[in-house]
């Protein structure tokens, strides 16, 4: 039950995100999405095996929205990310090949724990604030890696992933 609330979350948020993007909201620049493997740590306690997707809209400006959600497709240490789902503005500088990045934004998340065989779910809504760095290498396609903290309660992730822009 709980994949399949993480599946409808993820589907809802793309298509808030793509219907705040039609032709009409930015009518210049790029769309990318993207797949990422995410780490997350939260008081020292590690969610591994995470699975994020994301896509957003950059705009005239290096400014650009993007929704985002995740969720675990491993169970390790009986710790498991049931999703995690925000909204951020990007702010990126292309120099050359590369992009530094920040973002700014609002995220929720759920993870449950089970511990002497009780089950223990938290969630948390907070305020994100992030940095990375892209490579952009081929015909729209580009890596990166990215640190990404919720302000209140100090989680935080690293993520490496693949992006297309189209």
Known sequence: MKK?????????????????????FFS??????????????????NA???????????????LALEGRASFSIADEDNVQLDYHIGGYLRAEYRAGQ????????????????EIFGVEITDDDTDFSLGAGLQYDFLNGFSL?????????DDVDGFSIGLRKRF
């Open 4 to 24: 399949m609330t993480a599946i409808v979350i993820f589907l809802l948020t793309l298509g808030c995100v793509e219907f705040a993007f039609a032709d009409d």
């Open 28 to 45: 210049v620049g790029e769309k990318y999405f993207g797949a990422d493997i995410v780490k997350y740590d939260d008081y020292g306690i």
């Open 48 to 62: 591994q095996g995470v699975f994020g997707a994301y896509i957003g809209k950059l705009g005239p400006l290096p």
């Open 98 to 113: 590369f992009r530094p990045y920040g973002l700014f934004g609002f995220s929720h998340a759920e993870a449950s724990m």
């Open 144 to 152: 990166n890696a990215e640190f990404l903290l919720q302000l209140v």
